[in-house]
């Protein structure tokens, strides 16, 4: 079922205002350049809201949930190389790097980026999954 070099199902988002007020709410992160749009120009950082680095690293964790379900993250670290902003359509994209077998489980490691319109890349991730064999 999976193979080393397959490239796993791309999982995307609209990233509305809305997300990342509920975000601020979830982290306690009143940061003005996620809720106000007048904070951002003010900062000279664009003319959209700026989306929180952990949604991010959550989208990577959806598109993860979507290819190996019921699997547990064993290691994941995160490159973040650029900006998230409101009302960009993000994409994540993968690929399996290597699978190794422990007992009746798989450690799956890959290689991960969260993309927006454009093609800027925002995050690069490298993971280990745990997953049971079929």
Sequence with gaps: MYSV??????????V???SMDTWAKILDDPNPIHLDVNSVKSLGLGDKTINQGPANIAY?????????PNSQIIKMNNKMTNSILEGELVNVSGQILNIKEKKSQ???SCTLKLTAEGGKIAVISEVDLLVKKD
């Design 106 to 108: 798989l450690i799956i």
């Design 60 to 68: 990577i964790m959806n598109m993860l949930e979507k290819n190996f």
């Design 16 to 18: 509305p205002q809305e």
């Design 5 to 14: 070099g397959s490239s796993l199902k791309n999982w995307e988002f609209l």
